[in-house]
């Protein structure tokens, strides 16, 4: 038998999407990143109206070219993509059965829907959904796409995009793209491989810069005229264009981080317009096809047996399954969470008793069991208190209308309220008989604000309910006993049909035993009990690594992210050849646990063995076949670290410079390469500041003169959370000095232990942003903080905290706005100090709990400039709050303080003072000063103070502050405020309570 | 039975194509406007790599935008491409059975292969072939593909370009392709029609002209960088890009006519750049798809009848039917002629009698009918002449090698020679007797020379023998009586077999009895004399006409190009909406001849009635549905001229002057706007020049006003050949007086009868062109006259010489010269003038045949600046050649010429001379240059010369000219210098024979 070929695939899933109704489209005339952004999708998804499309889309992603070497990374590749607006009920299904017209057998291997939350800065679009997974391989993403050029979509569409090299690999049961047949005699390289070449040197290496920003310019420009007058399609080619440029600069390296953003900003509002125009358009238009659709098949879910039921007379178990598309790792644990206390809440609130009530969950299923509910509420016998009884009734005894609307309101006849004392008052009272309803009422009425109750970080539409879920909820199963508990929600009616898993084709099946619910799952292969699904996978983990003489290190997270994504977990071990292991460690870990959700295997010493082990979604049927497809999808990806990593080291960090001088930090504030330039600079001014000695002042200047350019490396452009890690590996195989290569790192992250270096640099790059992005008029609002300045800021105050750091940022500051290229003002360098003061705020607050935020405040209001000493000052004024001469203490603190606010500042002439009491104040002051030195903190301030509390007594009980003579009165205002200076730097008391 | 949808129809293509072996590929994701530019056609034909490759591609021809108000023609449509490399020897075939399996039965339409030889100037690509018609409406490209990117195509590659949309429309059975059902639910016209609203008005009225002009340079040196680092396809894609540009500026009315060639000239180089790149980089990838295409479906040509048969005894009927590919009417004619020579000649040469010979053809079939054809040679017995004698034979009369040679050549033994006396000489001969041979076997020698033989203005190879035919050969019936003449050729075996009309599939017979040829392909409908075939049409024609009461004009290229188009003529009458006679008529006219070959119908009174007569290929089965295709073809055509005249009535001409200034004229030169502006300028100068009178000087200024406003109407654009046409119609509908509209015409095509002011602006017109170009360099060449300055030329000494104009054109070029944006010099000037004079000499002497060449040129050489004073010159002087006493007068010129003949000019003295004949001859020198005035010619010169003869023989008779004293010596010369100076201006006798 011939294998389909690549073409086969594509006019069989023509074939096959016709059926579906789908018009059956063509790629659009330009380079396009996606099949999303031709107008077949980006703008037919808009509006009320119908649609059902299918198309291939070359699609052309700049930065994914390797030369032709990776396997099945290309600067190219085919989408096939489809929409089905409205979702039409059933779209995983539809699409699980275009892979088996493919030829892919579900029972063969381990198809996934790992959560992806699609986002579009530039066409200003999101949708949630997932990536779908063959044997570890992205080979689809599923959207149910509920936002484009900025406009909520009503209905929502579903959008498919196979990636079709991906597929066919599979189908053919190839290794590499390059290897497919496109026709019985033609291979994929035969045809790409050359341009794929070809493409990737032109991205990387040969683009011109300058002429494309300004072709990019013209096309905005353009896109903007177009719209002007009233064309939205010409006016969308050119945003499409403008993308396509876009992405050759920034594989180009010629757009950096901050400038991105704009470029982001000034797409997304193009696409804003053109979208608005053409949804108006549309209106105009009257939605000529909003009938459209009409021929298209009909989903309709399975109901197996109609029965429903009788309702239970005694006590009997309550089963609520929920059945869901699959939900994220995290949605799943919160929903659980949720449910555990909204469970237990709803019986009690709905007064049905019950003996244990338990949650279960699987990605595709939220389940509620509660044993032993009461077949109906308890009758009540309750009095309820109504208005005061003199205006229920009259002089004459008669009931007001007051009284009849009470009594209306209860449900009694007016002449059965009766007048009763209550707490000293008369009232008049109703007494209410509830006879208790049945459960089965109870709890139709209850379940829909139950579920309607959970709430998500992230929340989807997908039908004409409107209604809100972490991702489309598909069937309800709800039971109490035999009966069926009816009721709809989010358009779906409950019942007692549940489905299998993924792999079996969610075969419909009836739920006749409720008692029975949880092994008759097993008997399915699912296992709803969670932590019997975690024990299931560690164990089934730790023992194939023990196989092979290896360990699998802890990773909570993992494990838990792996137990949610699964209904039928079976581990499986593969391998990789082990040249890889050359891998930095850190490099495989990132790939093999953030990319794939493997678990990495170590040796007894930490060392990574060539194995990993990832969890089937199924039985162990085929398990090779799974296994292969994994080992296939972690050998493509580490080829393409390994190709980054062998790539990068061709050039040394320093001679990176060039290429960081074609990233862009921010427009008006230069390139990465500028940004580099001033952290040099910084070096010996904070050297100084920090008093770092002169190793590591050494230390820091080496450091500082590569510290970005591992931003210029294929590594970090490709995995940006390895920033730093790559400057660090890179530097030491260059054989810098480990204090070096650690700076480095620490630069970006310090962390615990950090260096002097790396922490002077660290705080000096950081401040560097916050300062130039101010000055610059980039202040995060509160809405968007593109530029992450909250946190940098508390990247720095949590650095000088942890590592004790008595810096005075006022000085830092000062030095970093004198480097920038714009004039920064005193005004923006307050702003600065203001915004970190609030980071600090933050932190000491809610992080650190170190204090009351009256105590935290007092002393941040003298000493925000200086974090670390600000949180010694916050704890001893802490100290000193808590003891029981504080009242007194900050009483006899406040009569010097409140006396002398918004007064001006008199000039004290300790001579001229009189009564004696003022002298003797004065006196004792003056010791407290003599003791204080300007490093004291709030301790010592309140120690020097706390002698003075008898004379400040003495003081006020004697001498009239307030007197007639203004000299006098003058001289003894002064001398308060030379008492009240002791606080000054330290705290201002005036914020704590009971000042 | 639902009818296929488009998308049914692209899938059955692909069904179809993919059995053929074509690897299915996408639309090219740029803008493109033809399938032919994606790379999987104009790179992969080249070179020696098999290929065979189908997909659609979305076309986007900006200048065909119509805002949706055509029924066919939009600014973006589909086309489905088809490319076999090599020729699989029967394409056509194989396009005609795809046809049928989209339900096109060949029975019930017309289906024509109407010559078309393409050629695409920016992809330096050209090839011969056809538009495939369906019922008169176009709806393929045929080509035999011989050149791409300037290098030769070896193999040849078969193109085949579907229009989609027309053919969708036949489908169908729809009118308007808005109308084409895309899928059951969704009409094209709600994909498409606002998109092609909007493209229309951007590309029209909205594209930013300047920006994109930068944009194509941004894109041209990208193209330039990417080839020169080696990257082949980057820079291809940019090539594309620039050629999408330079469209939507065309369309924007942005680029003028010389500016184009310009760009297509910069397009060009960067595609052979390109080229020449991709095929270096495939040769030395070693032609990896060299193997390409083993398991490709193989053709095999009809042999119905094996049999040779038996030679033929006595004399016997010959014929010959060389079946071809449907050749061009023009070649067919063309070789027709050269048969009718040819044939005769080669039984002459070969020496086989026959009584008569006959030439017939139709579009697929050259055919030679010879009647009773010797069945051999006659004997010969003839005595060859050899060397001479005594060379052959030594002293001792043996003879020697020279002997021996001879001998063996004629293949005699050489005792067999003998001396015989010829012409006065001794000389050896040879008696050789040749045994004549059988005709078949001289056939079989000389029938492939014949073949060869036939020349053709285009000619293209299709296979791997390289042979050069008007049109592929398909078929060789060779037959003598009854026996097959076998030979080969253009790797064709002769035989037997010839094929039906394209109507029946071209369905394979077998010619059993050669003398029932005319009569067996009459009974296959195919009327195989030319004389008979053109009867039936122009009978039918007529009749048809007169049905409905109308006549049909004469236009005989018209009736024979039909005929030569078909090989079963039936005419048909359709009619057309009456609306459309409101449309001027040479509009109506250029549609329905030019476009599409119909045949107009008139009243008595030459008014056009809304009929038209075309003529199928086929017979009347079916006729109605031929008929209503055609008229559809036609609507949409008159649609399109329809809109043009009514959006162009919108403006008045005089308003159309901003538009002038976006077409340029040249870059230098500036834009038609300058240009126009020059005309008006001319206008004052010229009529004193010319000597108009001051009301046809006030026409010409005001029709000088818009000479050039017609340029930017769309009918013009859209038909140049109608420009001035439109000039005067839209003149005359906006009210000018019938003068001034004429005027416009003529400035454009100055007839026979043209006005002064007509005149005046033609030449003026012309004189510019050629004055502005040649300043900037654009003189033509050789090989290239992008501008058609020699048309421009001769324009103008055409008019001159009919209309009787003496004008001297150095004078007008200087008052151009003086108007030009650029310096024009003295050099460019005479340059310029010389140019039009080699344009004169050609007309005079090879199309006017007014004189032997020697007359011409002396003439010429003395009044080239004045063609028409130069024609009367000539005229005269060809006389004066042609009298008796001619030799005598001549002679006695040179004699006074000779001498003079590179001497300095010198001083006369009239009273030095000596002696009395020098004095006598000065005497009547005199008389005669006192007899001429400046405006006399040849004639008149002449004349004044005759008189002189006796004294010019006295002369020399009796003084020395060339005395020693150096005084006498020079004013002799000097007299002879006064003499020739009669010549001056009016001819160079020099230049006579017999001089």
Redesign the interface.
Known sequence: MTTASF?DV??TL??FW?EQ?C??W???????GAGTNN?ATLLRVLGPEPWRVAY?E?S?RPDDGRYGQNPNRMQLY?QYQVILKPDPGNPQELYLKSLETLGIDLRRHDVRFVEDNWKSPALGAWGLGWEVWLDGQEITQFTYFQQAGGIKLDPVSVEITYGLERIVLAVQGKDSAWDIQ?????HYR??FL??EI??S??YF????VE??K??YD??E??SR??LA??????SYDYILKCSHLFNVLDTRGAIGVTERAGYFRRMANMTKDVAKAYLE?RAQ?EF??ID????WPIYKPAVLDTAIGTPPSGPADLLIEIGVEELPAEDLDSALAQLNIAGPQLLKEWRLDYQTIKIHGTPRRLVLYATQVAPRQPDEDKVIKGPPANKAFDANGQPTAVAEGFAKKQGISVTDLKATEIDGGQYVTARVKTVGRPAIEVLTEALPPLIAGIKFGGTMRWNSTGIYFSRPIRWIAALIGGAVIPFEYAGVVSGRTTYGTRPTNSTPFSINDVTEYVKTMASQGILVEIAQRRETVWSGVRKLAAEVSGTVAEDKELLDEVTNLVEQPTPLRGTFDSRFLELPRDVLITVMCKKQRYFPVEDKNGKLLPYFIAVRNGDSEHLDEVIRGNEHVLTARFSDADFFFRDDRQHHLADRTDRLKTMTFQEKLGSLYDKNQRLIRYVEPFGKLLGLKSDDLQTATAAAAIAKADQATRMVVEMTSLEGIMGREYALLEGHPAPIADAILEHYRPGEKVSPAGLLLAVADRLDSLVGLFAVGLAPTASADPFALRRAALGVVQVLLSQHIDLDLRDAIRIVAAEQPVPVTDEVQVEVLTFIGGRLRVLLLDDLKLAAFDVVDAVLAEQTHNPYRASLGIQELAKWVARSDWAALLDSFARCARITRDKPTYTLQPNALTPAESTALYQAAKQAHDHLSAGDNVDKFLTAFKPLVPAVTEFFDHVMVMDEDQSLRENRLALLQYVTALARGRADLSRLNGF
């Open positions: 073409q594509i006019m023509h074939s016709r109704g018009l059956l063509q790629p659009y005339n330009m380079q396009v107008p291939v070359p052309v085919y496109w026709t019985d005699d033609i035969d045809i050359q341009s070809e493409h040197k032109y290496d040969v683009a011109d002429a494309l300004k072709t013209t096309y420009a353009e005229r177009a007058a009233g064309l939205v399609i010409p358009q238009l000529p096809l459209n659709g009409k021929s």
